[in-house]
């Protein structure tokens, strides 16, 4: 069975739980994503491809960068990894990884996200 046709069948499951806990034919988007999430449907924080902005807390600094692979692994070490891809100081391609727990903290999706977290903790700073 393919991925579409399991995911189908996972929606199906949970209108049928739907209607028989509760009587109703519409089940409610936070009790289907959260049935989905767990019975084993992984939502990675970005695709591949997207552009992810990294800010660089030390320099102060946006860095754009493509994310290249998305990785699930059961290596606390290699876990849930974003790798990207950017162009180093020489001009070459290199790559790098963060963790999906990164997203939101120091990668996030919008350069204006970076931008604001970035005056956040300058705001901080100068408290």
Request: net charge neutral.
């Amino acid at each position: 069975m393919d991925a579409k046709n399991r995911l189908i069948e996972q929606l199906e499951e949970v209108i049928a739980i739907q209607k028989s806990s509760f009587g109703t034919d519409e089940p409610t988007l936070e009790t289907i994503a959260g049935y989905l999430l767990a019975n084993g449907v992984i939502v990675p924080p970005c695709k591949i491809g997207d552009t992810v902005w990294v800010a660089n807390l030390t320099s102060r600094k946006i860095f754009k960068n493509k994310a290249h692979g998305i990785y699930i692994a059961g290596s606390s070490k290699y876990e849930n990894n974003v790798r990207v891809e950017y162009t180093n100081q020489f001009g070459e391609k290199s790559y790098r990884k963060f963790t999906w727990a990164q997203f939101g903290k120091t990668v996030f999706l919008t350069r204006e996200e970076a931008e604001a977290k970035l005056k956040e903790l300058e705001e901080e700073k100068c408290r």
